[in-house]
């Protein structure tokens, strides 16, 4: 049912628990299914993500998610993190259930709700960010899978 990978990043999820004064902070959930995922950035003066940490509640595989999201925008620009889809969250960890892909959408989310966090703390502007939705599960049924 679940790769290995994602068997990994749920039984070692990498990068959990929170950045004290974080760069930004973004919460998203899914009401069909109860999971709430917040991801924490550290983004530095050159726009580069040094850190990312996430707290989940949820399923193993939004547990898994939300690391593998972690790992990927660590290191990358904030126009980089922004360009991770579900899509990508869900090849890095060789795929998921489709009853489970709601859970990569929660990642792409989050993602975009802490650089949203971080571009209102700064008053800047970044291109091709909109601002974020709260719960997944109203866009879900737009999503092409």
Same mark, same amino acid.
Request: negative net charge.
């Given at each position: ?85 579900? @899509?990508?969250?869900? =090849?890095?960890?060789?795929?998921? &259930? /489709? %009853? ?7 990642? +792409? !989310? ?10 209102? @703390?700064?008053?800047? =502007?970044?291109?091709?960010?909109? &601002? /974020? %939705? ?7 049924? +737009? !999503?092409?899978?």
């Amino acid at each position: 049912m679940y790769s290995e990978k994602v068997m990994d990043h749920f039984n070692n999820p990498r990068n959990v628990g929170e950045i004290e004064d974080a760069s930004g902070v973004g919460t998203v959930g899914n009401a069909k299914c109860g999971d709430i995922m917040r991801i924490y950035l550290d983004i530095d003066d050159n726009g580069i993500i040094k850190e990312a940490k996430f707290k989940t509640f949820g399923c193993g595989a939004a547990v898994a998610t939300s690391s593998m999201a972690t790992e990927l925008v660590k290191g990358k620009t904030i126009q980089e993190a922004l360009e991770i889809t579900n @899509k990508a969250v869900m =090849e890095a960890l060789d795929g998921l &259930p /489709p %009853v489970k892909v709601h859970c990569s959408l929660l990642a +792409e !989310e989050a993602i975009h709700a802490a650089l949203w966090d971080y571009a209102q @703390k700064n008053n800047i =502007e970044i291109e091709g960010l909109e &601002p /974020p %939705v709260s719960d997944i599960s109203e866009h879900e049924e +737009e !999503e092409n899978y």
